[in-house]
């Protein structure tokens, strides 16, 4: 005998919101209330534990019955801390926001309605300004430059203010929007990674497949950046930049670009180790490139696996990323007009 359905099933939400925390307990609670004053409501928030020290993420989710607390346990870096989230998630899209970085009241509802409007985009950039100086960009979507070397559009760049819609290369993990289905599919984020570029990799990835990524300039976060890593030129961010920027590199791009570009991919590591060393901060950087290339090995497996699932041509990847040294040296912001395959509602 077939049993009636449970009439008090609760209904999955439309999204799950995952912020990673580890020891983040001086911007957390500021992040949490940012996104308890979402006019969107449909969603659950999760906030995974890397194992931090300080309390501030069980402190938050006794306060509030409306967190639900994933502790993983000890510090699996950002990827892996952001996939559990993502495992344990119920809706059917997954909003990233990093624990240092305050959403405007409609920054999920302009994500969420981006995703009804553009039917043929899984994965949604914001627009991060810089809580120091909201008039300056903290980003505007990640752009990859010919060279192999990413970087967030307009990064300490003033806000240009309104945009329309439009197409970047990739989405920052700091505040972006993806379907779960899809990011599960994908494997999440590369957990070889630990963290820095792999939010880039996911996007390149995805653009090996043929998704496109959307940047939503109205879907607001103001960033504080690096709070957990002691900021941007930390030894720590320093050593996983560059040697994730390699991984990224040999793993990701198309064979034909990969032989046309490393020759430029090597001339900008020389210049960017130059100044590190005119800045006397030459080993960070070094440490990073020996783990680098003594990854290879693990790099070119990756490498396998990722073109193996590759569906456009290195032509429409190249057009993906910029040829223009100067957007590179300035950080430009880079967005290209969205030309959907098919109409809203189709």
Known sequence: ??????????????????????????????????????????????????????????????????????????????????????????????????????????????????????????????????????????????????????????????????????????????????????????????ERLFCYCEDVDLGYRLRLRGEPVLVIPEAVVRHVGSASSGGPRSEFAVFHGTRNRLWVFVKDTPTPLLWLTAPLHLAATLLLFARHALRGEIGAPWRGLVAGVRGLPMALAARREAQAERRVSSLEIARAMTWNPLDLLARRVVIRRWRPTRPAGS
Request: aromatic share 8%; proline share 6%; charged share 20%.
């Open 1 to 190: 005998m077939t049993q009636p359905a449970d009439e008090h099933k609760i209904a999955a939400p439309a999204a799950s919101v995952l912020v990673l925390a580890y020891q983040s307990g001086p911007t957390l609670a500021r992040c949490l209330d940012a996104l308890r004053g979402q006019s969107f409501t449909d969603f659950e928030l999760l906030l995974a534990d890397n194992g931090s020290s300080d309390g501030a993420p069980q402190a938050a989710a006794a306060a509030d019955a409306g967190v639900r607390l994933i502790d993983n346990g000890a510090n699996l870096g950002f990827a892996a801390g952001v996939n559990a989230a993502a495992r344990a998630s119920q809706g059917r899209w997954l909003a990233l926001i990093n624990p240092d970085a305050y959403a405007e009241p409609q920054w999920l509802e302009r994500l969420m309605d981006a995703a009804g409007r553009y039917p043929d985009v899984r994965c949604f950039a914001s627009r991060q300004l810089m809580e120091a100086d909201a008039g300056r960009l903290d980003g505007l979507g990640d752009v990859m430059s010919a060279v192999g070397f990413p970087f967030r559009g307009g990064y300490r760049g003033r806000d240009p203010g309104p945009l329309p819609d439009g197409e970047v290369f990739s989405a920052c993990g700091g505040a972006m929007l993806i379907e779960r289905e899809l990011f599960l599919e994908m494997g999440g984020f590369d």
